[in-house]
Every structure is written in structure tokens, then in C-alpha cells.
């Protein structure tokens, strides 16, 4: 490294020397081979940065993941994913090097800004290769050290890759004096989902039981949106007298309530978890079980997914829902995946209603067999689109850790 950006980073390790210790990260213990470190610096990239390691871990068998946050996010404000998350310690000189001497990472990967100097420069001086994925111009210094000349170039400089999101954040970077090589454009990394297969002869029989009904599934309805949809089921059966409801509750404490309270509706209603019979008359199946869904979704022609229609619950991830081939409606509150749904609708792969009656006539506009297809064509390409940068990111991983195994085999 130059002198002057030497100097700048030793008087920035001075500086913020006495910035407090986050977390103790000694309390986990490493996972012994590969590691790879993932940080994630804002929650609505969990979900897709998750989906990608669930990818990753598939295709590279014994890879373990360290996936981490901000020192100052909130976790319990963060989407429960498949890999734990740990947050960072704060940006300290002696808690960087504790995180490193303590987790000693193959490979790091950080998405988005909130780029943290001692952390990043402490990888790059024990030769941990980074890759900066959805990059920003964003540096949180510790305090006193943001005059400090270079601290954001060289920041930068530490990753072999940076991918930009667009030309614009490129070109600063580029300003910066960062080396043009590193820096290219792609787009955020989109979630690819890959459900799992479902038993062949499970999904041909229950088909037969259906004998050919029109179906649709309400998926993870809260207590507070039982009668906005039976009302809708309600209506909608004026127009299609065979269709079928399955009501999928999201407490499993609710299920039994509502079945009593079905019965005295005048429903005919079958409790699925309960083994109960589908007749040709069954008007609602009820179950509460979440890996059935995965049967659901597949038979049903569309899926309404609750938790949406009432403020309160912030919505569930349609996207399962859409690789299944389901025509999926959904309410206004859907703040926890905001940007998926807003995908889905400007790709006229789902729709937005507001009231019981919309969702009843939602329904009925739904099932017709023409624009379901369209539908799920539209569906289908927001959820395979994803598909082949994960793909590249995957392989530029593993070959990024194999060269490092390489390197380390040698005597």
C-alpha cells in the first residue's frame, strides 16, 4: 500500500481504539473446515442473500456459513432464515482482529453499504479474498476518523471484486481511485426459490379426490381474517357452486376452534390434519400444517396469502407459492416483503385487494383457465430470473475456495 494511505489507516486504528466492544463472538464456536463469511447490511436483503446461501451450502457439501449484521441492527427485526445471523462487533480495532483471530473465515461476501474499515482491511491483511456484491458508497467510520484522507478508497480497494447495481455507483467507485478491474454492473442478486418435490402418487390422488373441482387455497390466515375469507368463499360459490376452499390457519391453536365454528356456518368442512374424508360436498378442507402447503399450492389453481388483509402480521413469502404454478392474490399490509410483491404485481403475476368482496371476485377472475396461465407464466419468469446470477455468484465461490484450498495444500 501507498505511504499516505498507510498512515491514514494507522492514525484511523489509533482513533478508534476506544470505540466499546460489541458482543463477545467467542461464545460460538467456529465450525471446523470451510467457512465462509456472508454479511448482509440491511434486513430486506436477508431474505434473497438467505436463499443464496441455502443454494451454496446444496452445491458445496461441508461449507459452513457465518452470516452477519450491523453492530447496531435490531434482530428481532430480521427475517427468521436458514442460517443463523450474528451482528458484527462494533468498529473497533482490537474487536476486529478478536473476530478474525476467533471465526479465521476462508472467504468473505458483503452485500450493500455500511462498509466497516477495521473489519475489511483486518480480512484483506490475512489474506481472506472479499467480494463486495451490491456495492455503495458507504463507509461508517468510527468516530473521529471520518477527516482521514483515503479511508474509503482503501476500504474499497480491500475486495477482488466489487459488483455495482449501476453505472452511477461504478463510476464513483472508479473516482475514488479504485482499479477499474474490480468493478463491473449486475443486477441484485433475486430470490430463486426450489421447492421440494412433493410424493408423486400423493399429489395424483388427491388431484382424483378434487375430480376436477375448482380450488383455491387461503395460505397463512390470521384469526382476524377467518371471516373475510369464508365471506369471500361465500360469494364466490354463487357463481362457482363446486368450488373448494383450503383454509390454511397460521396458529395450529386455532385449527380446532374454527372447525366447530364451520360446523355451525353450515360449511361442509374436512379437517385434513385430522384425516377426515373429502367428499364431493366438502365446500372447506382445513388444515393447519405448514409443510402441506407445498401439496396446496400445487393443486390449487390460487392462493390467497393471508396475514395481509388485516394490519398487524406484514404479509408471507409468496414466492413458493409462484414457483408452484399458483395464481397468487394478497391484501395491502404486506410490509415485510414489500419488495417482492411489488415485483409480482408490475409483472401482473399477482393481485392486490382490499376488501372481502374483492377477494371474492378476485377468486372467481382467477380460476378462469386463460388467466391463470398468464399468471403463472409471468410468476414463473420473477422466479427463475434470479436463477443464473446465483448461479454465477455460486460458481465464482467455489472457485474462489477451491483455489484457496489449493494454495493451502501446498507444502
Not at 474487536?95 to 478474525?100: L, P, T
Not at 410483491?341 to 374483492?358: H, P
Request: with cysteine; proline share 7%; aromatic share 6%.
Amino acid at each position: 500500500m501507498s505511504k499516505p494511505r498507510s498512515l491514514s489507516l494507522a492514525a484511523y486504528r489509533v482513533l478508534s481504539w476506544g470505540v466499546p466492544h460489541g458482543p463477545s463472538q467467542s461464545d460460538t464456536t467456529r465450525p471446523d473446515g470451510e467457512v465462509l463469511w456472508v454479511h448482509v447490511s440491511s434486513p430486506y436483503r436477508l431474505r434473497a442473500v438467505d436463499d443464496f446461501c441455502h443454494r451454496l451450502i446444496s452445491a458445496r457439501p461441508g461449507l459452513s456459513l457465518l452470516l452477519t449484521a450491523p453492530p447496531d441492527a435490531n434482530l428481532e427485526d430480521w427475517e427468521v432464515g436458514s442460517v443463523p445471523i450474528l451482528k458484527l462487533p462494533a468498529e473497533h480495532t482490537g474487536a476486529a482482529r478478536a473476530f478474525w483471530d476467533h471465526w479465521r473465515p476462508d472467504m468473505g461476501l458483503w452485500f450493500g453499504g455500511g462498509l466497516m474499515p477495521n473489519i475489511i482491511t483486518r480480512a484483506q491483511e490475512r489474506s481472506i479474498p472479499l467480494i463486495l456484491l451490491e456495492a455503495l458508497v458507504e463507509v461508517k467510520t468510527a468516530r473521529g476518523g471520518r477527516w482521514l484522507p483515503d479511508i474509503t478508497r482503501y476500504t474499497l480497494d480491500c475486495f477482488t471484486t466489487i459488483l455495482t447495481t449501476n453505472d452511477d455507483i461504478a463510476r464513483q467507485i472508479r473516482r475514488l481511485g479504485v482499479n477499474s478491474a474490480k468493478i463491473s454492473v449486475e443486477p441484485p442478486l433475486h430470490i430463486s426459490p426450489n421447492p421440494p418435490p412433493w410424493p408423486e402418487d400423493e399429489l395424483i390422488e388427491t388431484n382424483h379426490v378434487m375430480a376436477g373441482r375448482p380450488v383455491w387455497l387461503a395460505a397463512w390466515v390470521q384469526a382476524k381474517e377467518f371471516i373475510s375469507v369464508l365471506s369471500a368463499h361465500r360469494q364466490a360459490l354463487r357463481l362457482l357452486p363446486r368450488l373448494a376452499l383450503v383454509l390454511h390457519v397460521a396458529d395450529i391453536s386455532e385449527a380446532a376452534p374454527l372447525y366447530q365454528r364451520l360446523e355451525s356456518m353450515d360449511l361442509r368442512c374436512a379437517n385434513w390434519d385430522e384425516g377426515h374424508a373429502i367428499e364431493d360436498t366438502t365446500q372447506v378442507i382445513l388444515t393447519a400444517e405448514p409443510k402441506d402447503l407445498g401439496l396446496w399450492h400445487r393443486v390449487s389453481a390460487v392462493s390467497f396469502m393471508g396475514s395481509s388483509l388485516e394490519r398487524g402480521a406484514g404479509g408471507h413469502d409468496p414466492l413458493t407459492a409462484v414457483a408452484l404454478g399458483s395464481a397468487v392474490i394478497h391484501g395491502p399490509h404486506v410490509s415485510k416483503y414489500r419488495g417482492l410483491y411489488d415485483r409480482l404485481n408490475q409483472a401482473k403475476a399477482a393481485l392486490t385487494i382490499k376488501s372481502v368482496t374483492e377477494l371474492g371476485d378476485g377468486v372467481v377472475e382467477l380460476l378462469a383457465p386463460d388467466r391463470t396461465a398468464d399468471m403463472a407464466l409471468a410468476g414463473w419468469q420473477i422466479v427463475t430470473e434470479g436463477a443464473p446470477q446465483a448461479d454465477q455468484l455460486i460458481e465464482m465461490v467455489q472457485d474462489t475456495l477451491d483455489r484457496r484450498r489449493a494454495h493451502d495444500a501446498r507444502p
